[in-house]
């Protein structure tokens, strides 16, 4: 059984620029939630995506944007960079849109200069 | 709205120590109570999960407790080592109407000396 996979490790960025992060979920998981985490923080919710919908959102803005696949694998798309973009980025995968276990990825380091 | 908090901030102790975190939340409707280990710029590791219906689970030198009721949590580490120097997170698994998220609070720094 393969873990939760996110690709690339990491990357630099200018402000201004998009990025597009990507994550794989575990075997048979239908659900990708995405999370933030700035330096000294604990992970913010960006969002869930469940069977290629949107299902909810926390509290960050629209250039904040992902996509889920018909494989389950998703991206997280961010635009105009801010400098305050600078984080990790982890998706976790879970069963369904229940209150099972979420396993994460080892997670994007961003950089945005 | 749910907020996790934890204390203390930062600990250090000397190796062989046994050792509480303390992790409290302020809405008791929650789904499970999740304890991590972060390594510097990595990702997050797993230790325990606690489902809403029961008090405590154990791994190893660790146990984790839950007091839902209370809106506490505790992580007890026994016996520590260098290894087990490293960040701490606990998070909560909450309803946000459609979708099941974890809210995080902001983490433990724990330092073991050798």
């Known amino acids: 059984e393969t873990g939760v996979t996110q690709s690339p490790t990491h990357l630099i960025k200018t402000r201004g620029q998009q990025v597009t992060l990507r994550c794989s979920s575990q075997?048979?998981?239908?659900?990708v939630s995405w999370y933030q985490q700035a330096l000294g923080q604990g992970p913010q919710f960006i969002f869930q995506?469940?069977?290629?919908?949107?299902?909810g959102r926390g509290n960050f803005p629209p250039r904040f944007s992902g996509l889920q696949f018909p494989n389950y694998s998703s991206e997280l798309n961010v635009n105009a960079l801010e400098l305050d973009d600078s984080a990790l980025y982890l998706c976790?995968?879970?069963?369904?849109?229940?209150?099972?276990?979420?396993?994460f990825g080892p997670g994007t380091r961003l950089t945005v200069l | 709205k749910q907020e996790v908090t934890q204390i203390p901030a930062a600990l250090s102790v000397p190796e062989g120590e046994n050792l509480v975190l303390n992790c409290s939340f302020t809405?008791?409707?929650?789904?499970?109570l999740q304890w991590f280990r972060q390594d510097p710029g990595k990702g997050l590791t797993s230790l325990l999960l606690?489902?809403?219906?029961?008090r405590e689970q154990t791994s190893g030198r660790l146990n984790a407790s839950l007091d839902k009721s209370s809106g506490r949590s505790t992580l007890y580490i026994a016996a520590s080592q260098p290894g087990d120097s490293a960040t701490y997170l606990c998070?909560?698994?909450?309803?946000?109407?459609?979708?099941?998220?974890?809210?995080f609070g902001k983490g433990t720094l724990l330092t073991v000396n050798p």
């Open positions: 606690i489902q809403s219906s029961q």
């Open positions: 998070a909560v698994m909450v309803s946000g109407g459609s979708n099941y998220k974890l809210t």
């Open positions: 075997s048979g998981h239908n659900t």
């Open positions: 995506y469940y069977r290629e919908e949107e299902n």
């Open positions: 976790a995968s879970s069963l369904e849109i229940s209150g099972n276990e979420q396993f």
């Open positions: 809405d008791s409707a929650i789904y499970n």
